[in-house]
């Protein structure tokens, strides 16, 4: 089992920054990748961007330039730095931890809610 608790999320004008945190605890061991996904009103969850164990990223196209993943290990918690945000970025933003023991199981957390005005 693993644990996400995000934090960060907040009401920020458009053009601003916002940096979302996501602390895991539990079995760590089994995390391949880490990543953050959100979900608008009335559409689909998406990737915004992934990163491994080993460092790699993956980013939407809508994000590139603009949001950056990254990790601290000793601290087991994986950022999203979000600059130039626009209107379109509104959503909840969900921190998502893809693990491998036997089978394959993701796990998420709460979700933080991101507002960005025009």
């Known amino acids: 089992q693993v644990q996400l608790v995000e934090s960060g999320g907040g009401l920020v004008q458009a053009g601003g920054s916002l940096r979302l945190s996501c602390a895991a605890s539990?079995?760590?061991?089994?995390?391949?990748?880490m990543g953050w996904y959100r979900q608008a009103p009335g559409k689909q969850r998406e990737l915004v961007a992934t990163i491994t164990s080993g460092g790699s990223t993956n980013y939407a196209d809508s994000v590139k330039g603009r949001f950056t993943i990254s990790r601290d290990n000793a601290k087991n918690t994986v950022y999203l730095q979000m600059n130039s945000l626009k209107p379109e970025d509104t959503a909840v933003y969900y921190c998502?931890?893809?693990?491998?023991?036997?089978?394959?199981?993701?796990?998420w957390g709460q979700g933080t809610q991101v507002t960005v005005s025009s």
């Open positions: 998502n931890a893809d693990t491998l023991v036997v089978t394959r199981v993701h796990y």
């Open positions: 539990g079995s760590i061991f089994s995390i391949n990748a």
